[in-house]
């Protein structure tokens, strides 16, 4: 039996005609869920769910998605420089709502990265072996019932 295009499903997903043979067919790619999957690692989402938005396992996203999945990382960057390239050449061709969007958005965009900058906390920094059992060792008594003897200035040991 000839494999033939039924039209689309709820989710634009094709539908097919069983074919003869067993098991699925071979998953095709296609540009539509190219653009869904990079839209879902745009969003944060992570292979599984990309790979269930498109309605495939996590290895046949892999395979035939491994160009999307590598930008996997730099997606929303990407997607939000596409955003404002768009929004640029709309308001440079005259449109004043696409210019005060693109100020918003850039703004936006600001307080964003200004608040990350203001949450980072320098790391202390690492210490050795002989440092970290030191430490240890200092505190070793906290909560052991000798809390009252130990750690008191001129406290000696019987």
Do not use: C
């Amino acid at each position: 039996m000839v494999d033939e295009n039924l039209g689309t499903d709820l989710f634009g997903d094709p539908i097919h005609m069983p074919q003869e043979g067993r098991g699925r067919p071979e998953h095709a790619w296609t540009r539509e869920n190219s653009n869904k999957v990079l839209l879902a690692f745009a969003r944060g989402l992570g292979p599984k769910d990309a790979a269930t938005a498109i309605g495939v396992s996590v290895p046949t996203l892999r395979k035939h998605y491994f160009a999307e999945v590598a930008k996997r990382r730099e997606a929303r960057l990407r997607m939000e420089m596409t955003q404002l390239a768009r929004l640029n050449a709309q308001a440079e061709a005259g449109n004043v709502a696409a210019e005060k969007e693109l100020l918003k958005q850039l703004e936006k965009m600001h307080m964003r990265e200004a608040g990350r900058a203001m949450t980072k906390t320098p790391k202390a920094p690492k210490l050795g072996k002989k440092e970290e059992r030191h430490a240890a060792a200092a505190e070793a008594h906290r909560g052991s019932g000798w809390d009252d003897l130990v750690g008191k200035p001129g406290a000696r040991p019987h």
